[in-house]
């Protein structure tokens, strides 16, 4: 398994005061608008959300289209096996690890908030044109809570996800909002008050998204608390809530992403699909198994339509039921696509596109599907079959809807519990990964592979909890909510940006395969080095062995290549470097003294165009086991000189190669990146 390269110097990790103290100023603005003229906020805020939606309601319907087929076409075209990274990296996460955390960070506590009362909602009031509690509502049912919250909203997610990891690790540029909009208004402007601007809008969004997420949240914990030990639903319980959650997600983002948040993932994972299969033993399990797959084809059969449905033939009552649901959950989506797409993109390292697009959009996708049909499809068939007052309290009181469900099945008190549990886990997960993602967005001096210092992860933990706090008292989650919404407005258009910049750099990326595929010159030396090219073949070296034909081959052949460049006035620059950690345990023996090389690069400048780069790494790899002694444990690896261009390593060892061949090799690649960047002009 290899290593990364040598990384470029960064500055050192800092706070960024503009993008900190910018989004600080404008949410605690925000919010103590919202606490002290709560009534005056709601209602412009509200008119505000009704005014987005009746005059941007198709846009909102159009561009979420456009978010998810340009999503699928990067996953299904030829550019689909591009890794996001270099090309020689692994999956930074095993698949289910990464699974469960795009489970956990994208659905959230609104899957145990929603579960069974959206559907009874769509049941009972469903919109304009269906009879309330009919079959045909029952049959549409479904259908609707499926888009709400099937491929459009990752479709989203795939497209900031995969916008911000790509050009993060295959461009190696920081894990930010601004940075995918770098081919589009240059280095200077991201790098300036552009960037600031863009980043500090995502800490807004962010931090307005979790903080009404946890007000949705600990109204469901609440009410879990009371209806599982009788605890009376009261602000001071509430407030508690909140508090041990902030203490407990501030534990969680100390411990980092490989730890806290991984573990708490998977365990949401495990214990949601234990609690949906209790659901599907313990009632109709053959009517649920039914349901569940005509739901599905009920929502592949009405996709299309109802991706571009706008109710314009329903009148007033349309519009309010279309800004109600759909624009509204369009537009939320599009509000918390920031945060999760930052987190996404921040456990996606290694992947290809391919599987990224198809993860994020469908592995939760599946699970959605049998959540909402088996909760939802129970609920409704209760009602249906007598139970008025499930129905009523699932419309009056989504977050009872769920506990009210348990009632009507065995262990009611065990059900209950295990939902109070997953909903608080699911409460910290969000708290943790938000605080990560904040700080991320208020450092600078970020690189791909770095996250910001604990201190600011945990200011982050406290200022979610303490805004919560406040909103709880004051009664402002409604109107932070709106804030929200209306900003999905202005994010959706960095989006469409997202897109014309991925579609100019996969471009880039097809002419660079393309350039790699021109022929170019062999080594002349008439056949007469075979036995040394055999030699090499059959020899595993060790670290001083190649360390000593990086100086003595590949060191003078490319001082000699950058002597010619220089003479032709191009800006040129030769490294050497220590690279101990590619290296991993050297060989004993060996002291790292100051003459130690273990990597080499070759920098061309081209002006505004790319860089041409040439560099050769010292990397241990483990020896074929037909030529192992097992007497001797340090045979079990040896050492290559590996070539790496700009998109990582090449995959071949220069080990053997004499000057000549090292120097025709050299200009061979420069060569292909010449015709890559004929190709691009």
């Given amino acids: 398994m290899y290593s990364s390269p040598s990384k470029e110097v960064t500055k050192p990790l800092s706070l960024n005061k503009t993008v900190f103290l910018g989004s600080a100023i404008i949410s605690i603005l925000l919010i103590i608008w919202t606490i002290a003229f709560p009534d005056y906020s709601e209602t412009l805020l509200s008119s505000s959300m009704a005014w987005v939606s009746d005059k941007f309601g198709w846009y909102y319907m159009l561009v979420v289209a456009a978010y998810s087929i340009f999503a699928l076409f990067v996953g299904f075209s030829k550019y689909g096996d591009i890794k996001l990274g270099q090309d020689h990296e692994k999956a930074q996460f095993p698949f289910l690890a990464w699974a469960a955390m795009l489970f956990s960070a994208g659905i959230g506590i609104d899957l145990l908030f929603f579960g069974a009362s959206e559907p009874l909602m769509h049941y009972l009031t469903p919109h304009t044109g269906l009879e309330p509690a009919s079959a045909e509502?029952?049959?549409?049912?479904?259908?609707?809570?499926?888009?709400?919250?099937?491929?459009?909203?990752?479709?989203?997610?795939?497209?900031?996800?995969?916008?911000?990891?790509?050009?993060?690790?295959?461009?190696?540029?920081?894990?930010?909002?601004?940075?995918?909009?770098?081919?589009?208004?240059?280095?200077?402007?991201?790098?300036?008050?552009?960037?600031?601007?863009?980043?500090?809008?995502?800490?807004?969004?962010?931090?307005?998204?979790?903080?009404?997420?946890?007000g949705i949240g600990v109204l469901q914990a609440n009410a879990g608390l009371t209806h599982v030990f009788g605890i009376e639903s009261s602000k001071m319980v509430q407030a508690l809530i909140i508090v041990g959650v902030v203490v407990a997600a501030a534990v969680s983002a100390m411990t980092g992403v490989e730890k806290g948040v991984r573990r708490l993932s998977e365990f949401n994972m495990l214990s949601s699909i234990l609690l949906l299969l209790a659901i599907l033993v313990m009632g109709n399990t053959v009517y649920l198994l039914n349901t569940f797959t005509q739901n599905i084809g009920q929502y592949f059969q009405t996709i299309i339509y109802k991706t571009f449905d706008v109710y314009a033939y329903d009148g007033t009552a349309g519009a309010d039921w279309k800004s109600g649901w759909t624009i509204f959950f369009w537009a939320w989506w599009v509000a918390w696509a920031p945060f999760v797409g930052l987190f996404i993109a921040r456990i996606s390292r290694g992947r290809t596109l391919r599987e990224f697009v198809f993860g994020v959009m469908f592995i939760p996708l599946?699970?959605?599907?049998?959540?909402f049909s088996i909760f939802g499809n129970t609920a409704i068939d209760l009602v249906a079959n007598g139970a008025t007052a499930l129905g009523e309290t699932a419309v009056n009181d989504a977050a009872m809807g769920m506990f009210a469900l348990f009632e009507y099945f065995p262990y009611s008190e065990v059900l209950s519990f295990a939902g109070v549990?997953?909903?608080?886990?699911?409460?910290?997960?969000?708290?943790?990964?938000?605080?990560?993602?904040?700080?991320?967005?208020?450092?600078?001096?970020?690189?791909?592979?770095?996250?910001?210092?604990?201190?600011?992860?945990?200011?982050?933990?406290?200022?979610?909890?303490?805004?919560?706090?406040?909103?709880?008292?004051?009664?402002?989650?409604?109107?932070?909510?709106?804030?929200?919404?209306?900003?999905?407005?202005?994010?959706?258009?960095?989006?469409?940006?997202?897109?014309?910049?991925?579609w100019k750099s996969l471009k880039e990326e097809g002419n660079k395969r393309k350039a790699s595929t021109i022929g170019t010159a062999n080594v002349l030396d008439s056949g007469k080095s075979w036995r040394a090219r055999l030699q090499r073949i059959v020899s595993f070296p060790g670290h001083a062995q190649v360390e000593k034909f990086l100086k003595t081959v590949v060191m003078p052949a490319m001082t000699e290549v950058e002597k010619e460049f220089k003479a032709g006035g191009l800006k040129t620059s030769l490294d050497a470097h220590n690279l101990a950690s590619i290296g991993e345990d050297i060989d004993a023996g060996m002291g790292q003294d100051s003459a130690q090389v273990d990597g080499l690069k070759l920098r061309v400048g081209h002006g505004d165009e790319d860089d041409f780069v040439y560099e050769v790494n010292l990397i241990k790899a483990e020896r074929p086991n037909f030529t192992l002694n097992t007497s001797n444990k340090q045979a079990e690896h040896y050492y290559r000189a590996e070539v790496f261009l700009s998109e990582g390593s090449q995959e071949y060892d220069l080990v053997g190669y004499t000057k000549e061949q090292v120097l025709v090799d050299i200009l061979n690649q420069y060569e292909r990146h010449l015709q890559y960047l004929h190709l691009e002009r």
């Avoid at 599946?366 to 959540?371: D, L, M, N, R, T």
């Avoid at 938000?434 to 970020?446: E, T, Y």
């Avoid at 982050?460 to 402002?476: C, E, R, V, Y």
Wanted: hydrophobic fraction near 55%; charge should be positive; include cysteine.
């Fill in 137 to 214: 509502a029952m049959r549409q049912a479904l259908a609707q809570t499926f888009l709400h919250w099937g491929l459009h909203g990752w479709g989203i997610y795939a497209l900031i996800g995969m916008a911000l990891a790509y050009f993060a690790y295959r461009k190696n540029m920081p894990l930010a909002l601004r940075s995918p909009l770098t081919p589009i208004f240059g280095e200077r402007l991201i790098k300036g008050w552009l960037g600031d601007g863009i980043d500090t809008f995502g800490v807004v969004c962010t931090l307005m998204g979790i903080a009404t997420s946890l």
């Fill in 366 to 371: 599946g699970f959605i599907f049998a959540w």
């Fill in 421 to 502: 549990i997953i909903g608080l886990v699911f409460f910290v997960t969000s708290a943790d990964s938000g605080a990560l993602v904040l700080a991320n967005l208020s450092s600078k001096g970020m690189t791909n592979d770095t996250d910001a210092p604990v201190w600011l992860r945990l200011f982050w933990a406290a200022a979610t909890g303490l805004i919560t706090l406040g909103l709880l008292f004051a009664g402002g989650f409604a109107s932070l909510q709106s804030v929200s919404v209306i900003a999905g407005l202005p994010f959706s258009l960095i989006l469409v940006l997202y897109m014309m910049s991925m």
